[in-house]
């Protein structure tokens, strides 16, 4: 269950990053909010999770992070 929980923790950190993103375009600091997407942490965030993913398909694991189950 390791990887159930590595993926809900990129999943928590992703979302944190995404409630950011929404702070800074309601404040209307939309540069600030395209370089978080493009070049910052909401990108790192999703880069990692895809990552996890990735692994996890060429490893022969499921997207539950079981045998033989495909990806998503």
């Known amino acids: 269950m ?3 929980r590595q993926t809900q923790e990129a999943l ?3 979302d944190q990053s995404l409630a950011q993103l ?3 375009i309601k404040r ?3 540069k600030s909010a395209l ?3 493009e070049e910052g942490p909401l990108k790192e965030k999703f880069e990692e999770l895809q ?3 990735t692994i996890s ?3 022969n694991m499921g997207a ?3 045998q033989n189950t495909g990806t998503f």
């Open 2 to 4: 390791q990887y159930a």
């Open 12 to 14: 928590d950190r992703l």
């Open 22 to 24: 929404r702070n800074m």
């Open 28 to 30: 209307g600091d939309i």
């Open 35 to 37: 370089q978080f997407m």
């Open 51 to 53: 990552n996890m993913i």
């Open 57 to 59: 398909s060429t490893g």
């Open 64 to 66: 539950r992070g079981v």
